[in-house]
């Protein structure tokens, strides 16, 4: 009996230990993620906050380990609204301003993608030419809600800075 329990308690030990390593690489390194982040309001501090949040996200984790896009849609194309434009759509006001732009370049330099709505670009009379470097051919989705609901059911975590 005493030679079965020393068995054990020695098999539990050496599993404990295995795990107890284990569970620390796995805390001490983030490995691959896919995010969505999801911007759908106009403050332009808040939206600069998005922008700091993603540079900070590809610093922890790394760029080659993070698929990010950051998907936009009703209030939230006035991100890469420029800020002249405006006045010509139903957007309150433009955020792209040189300091927004240069943060969106830097991120798009790093892997991020930035996806528009078709939708909102028809609802508040937006051309893709008054966006601050988007393309029609690359960046519009069909719907910022739908795009988003797509990234999720293919394991993209959802994040709403």
Do not use: W
């Not at 040189?98 to 991120?107: F, R």
């Not at 996806?115 to 988007?134: P, S």
């Amino acid at each position: 009996m005493k030679t079965i329990v020393k068995k054990l308690s020695a098999i539990l030990a050496v599993l404990g230990m295995t795990f107890g390593v284990t569970s620390v690489a796995q805390a001490d390194g983030y490995g691959k993620q896919q995010v969505v982040y999801h911007v759908n309001y106009d403050n332009g501090k808040r939206q600069g906050g998005a922008l700091r949040n993603a540079q900070n996200h590809i610093n922890a984790v790394g760029a080659e380990n993070l698929d990010l896009r950051v998907v936009m849609h009703g209030k939230g194309l006035s991100m890469l609204l420029l800020p002249e434009e405006a006045e010509h759509t139903k957007l309150p006001v433009g955020n792209a301003t040189d300091k927004q732009q240069a943060a969106i370049e830097n991120l798009k330099k790093q892997g991020v993608t930035f996806k528009v709505c078709a939708n909102t670009l028809r609802g508040k009379k937006i051309d893709i030419d008054q966006l601050y470097d988007a393309e029609a051919a690359s960046d519009v989705v069909p719907s910022g809600v739908a795009e988003i609901a797509k990234l999720q059911g293919k394991g993209f975590s959802y994040l709403r800075p």
